[in-house]
């Protein structure tokens, strides 16, 4: 890992880390777990305002399937 990591950072930043962690990428359905709480939030928010808000799992799994980078290894969903 060390290997590799020296082939984008300098020396001088890789003696300041004391650990590396690496994470396993989720998968869509993690994904789609997570892009379902953001809306529940919204909704309870609305509620205040009498405007209901419905999202069924298509949306969700679509709004995961979307948001999902898997270059940069997270999701962006702005509601």
Not at 44 to 60: F, M, P
Request: aromatic residues 8%; without cysteine.
């Amino acid at each position: 890992m060390r290997e590799e990591i020296k082939k984008y950072f300098r020396s001088e930043f890789i003696n300041r880390l004391n650990e590396i962690i690496l994470f396993n990428s989720l998968d869509l359905e993690q994904i789609s777990a997570i892009a379902g709480i953001q809306p529940e939030q919204l909704r309870e928010r609305l509620k205040d305002k009498k405007i209901e808000v419905e999202l069924t799992a298509k949306v969700r799994d679509f709004i995961a399937e979307k948001g999902n980078s898997l270059v940069v290894g997270n999701f962006i969903v702005i509601l």
